[in-house]
């Protein structure tokens, strides 16, 4: 219940913060061209509703953006892989310090189907941790098939931090994403281990048991 509320609060703060403020100026914009469209010197209306195009896709844009966060129709239209791949390439466009090395040994049809939300929402939370905590300038991203378990490693070079020193609650904001990925993972049927000291680089580990 709590990372539900979480994520209901992180999409009304998207929501006000990029659509909300996008749609305001596009009102105002409007009220203004229709007030002053009986002026003798009032600007042209297709010149004046022409500049409102580039707000509009802005907005459009955003909301593509929101809906990718919240899950991916490359997910459903192309499968985990895909989506992991253009991940990685987004991550790598906002974050070009930052180099990510893909390792996937495993076909798409070998991933049980509903491990693949799960994880793709752990790869998205562990790579938000890195970019917020660790201040790592590359990271490894591991998928593969070992004795019956399928294994995601997700690797970086960072700071590191004391893992039973965030349990207990030194940093909560980092504390939740920890404990949202363990419990995604638990709950479909896995496990998660993290290894992290400090300026030895984290390792997130999550597996799952598969035919």
């Known amino acids: ?12 703060m998207e929501l006000h913060d990029s659509i909300g403020q996008t749609l305001t100026a596009i009102k105002f914009t409007l009220e203004n061209i229709i007030v002053n469209a009986d002026s ?16 509009v896709q802005s907005a459009i844009e ?3 953006r929101i809906c990718a966060s919240l899950r991916p129709s490359l997910l459903d239209d192309f ?3 895909v989506t992991l791949s253009w991940f990685c390439r987004e991550f790598q466009k906002a974050y070009p310090q930052i180099h990510i090395e893909q390792n996937i040994f495993l076909e798409e049809e070998e991933i049980p189907e509903h491990l693949k939300i799960v994880v793709f929402r752990i790869v998205q939370e562990a790579l938000h941790n890195v970019v917020k905590h660790s201040r790592a300038h590359s990271i490894t991203l ?3 098939k070992t004795d019956s378990r399928m294994k995601l490693d997700i690797q970086d070079d960072g700071q590191g931090f004391h893992v039973q020193e965030i349990a207990s609650g030194g940093d909560p904001q980092r504390g939740m994403g920890l404990a949202g990925m363990k419990e ?7 496990s998660f281990t993290i290894h ?12 799952w048991p598969i035919p």
């Open 1 to 12: 219940m709590t990372a539900q509320e979480k994520e209901r609060a992180l999409i009304a």
């Open 40 to 55: 003798p010197s009032a600007t042209p209306s297709v010149e004046a509703l022409s500049a409102l195009v580039p707000t």
């Open 62 to 64: 955003e909301v593509r």
């Open 79 to 81: 499968g985990i892989l």
């Open 142 to 144: 591991s998928l593969e």
């Open 184 to 190: 995604r993972t638990e709950l479909s049927g896995g």
């Open 196 to 207: 992290s000291s400090r300026e030895a680089g984290t390792v997130v580990t999550a597996s």
